[in-house]
């Protein structure tokens, strides 16, 4: 067993990472039941793979549970579902005290999270992140939200899970196009500031997709170390150091919203594509080494991502991603600013980034 500890001043908690772990998850989900009783939360998908074995451990161990089930991908994540979650849960008699259990991928950790937030003025939750994005990303830091009509991810609040329990057996389930995405994830902490990482995504890719336990278990942990790391220097995004977490995903949103935030495109996916941009424009503005960028891209295609506009589906010009990107939350005084690299594990916040150059350089993209 590994245990993370995320070290935030008024919301402290732990992390914990070990295979198998499902099988005592009831162990650790007791004291959060209320009369032997829990909320959980999950997916259509999570609902059919993962929630009958929890379910009986449970009811073994005299925990009764009320389970709510969203639909699977994006869809989860609207205004329409939010509402129907928060009637739910108020249904349930949900208290203050109580813990609801998110079990599933990001798009079920993300509206519980919110959902918790904002119902009786908050209550609490625990996430058990049943995907490879989840397990590495969303899952830790407490950022939650639904995607509205103007863009991904622009309703939501900083609110911090009680508990992660991730258990990478859980992997073995996943499609294979859905494990690519989350290695986008993973690959991620290595190009903001850690290059001996990136260098082990890039020698063990094989054996991480033929699910060797113990690649698995040390990009994973890992990740998380990095996340909880960045998390606790700058929970809400105020001096910058956790902006660095946004790797790709300015330009990944704006891919997204032109695919129509659908399974089109996966988020994780479009962070992989929104990375290899990153470290292209980066190149453009004489900041980062080909090389860089080359190794980049061949890493990324050789587990299945995308890396150009082509390869994502996206068919909107420079101009219209640019309009997407005007919409994004960080947008602060007229400017955006951009994660731009000088080499790999070398990210940084950059706010002078001219949004008609950037338009200017995804035509030129879209021509490659």
Known sequence: MTVISVDLTNAPYDIHVRAGLMA??????LPYARDNRLL??????????????LEGALSAAGVKTAVYILPAGEA???WGELEKLTD????????RS??????????VGDITGFATHIVKRGCSFVQIPTTLL???????????????AAGKNLVGAFHQPALVLIDPELLSSLPPRQLAAGFAEVVKYGLIDDPDFFQFCEDNLDSFFAGDPA?????IITSVQSKARIVAADETERTGTRALLNLGHTFGHALEADTGFSDRLFHGEAVAAGMALAFRYSVRLGLCAAEDARRISQLLKAAGLPTTLSDAGVTANGAMLVDYMRHDKKMSGGTLPFLLARGIGQTFLSKDVVLDDVAAFLDDEAQS
């Open 215 to 219: 690649i698995r278990a040390q990009a």
């Open 24 to 29: 005592q998850a009831p162990e650790y989900m």
């Open 76 to 78: 989860g994540k609207s």
């Open 134 to 148: 989840a397990q590495v990303d969303s899952s830790v830091g407490g950022k939650t939200a639904i995607n509205s």
């Open 98 to 107: 109580d813990h609801v259990i998110a079990l599933g991928g990001g798009v």
């Open 88 to 95: 739910w849960m108020l249904a349930q008699h949900v208290e």
């Open 40 to 53: 959980v939360v999950t997916d259509e998908n999570v609902a059919r793979a993962v929630w009958p074995a």
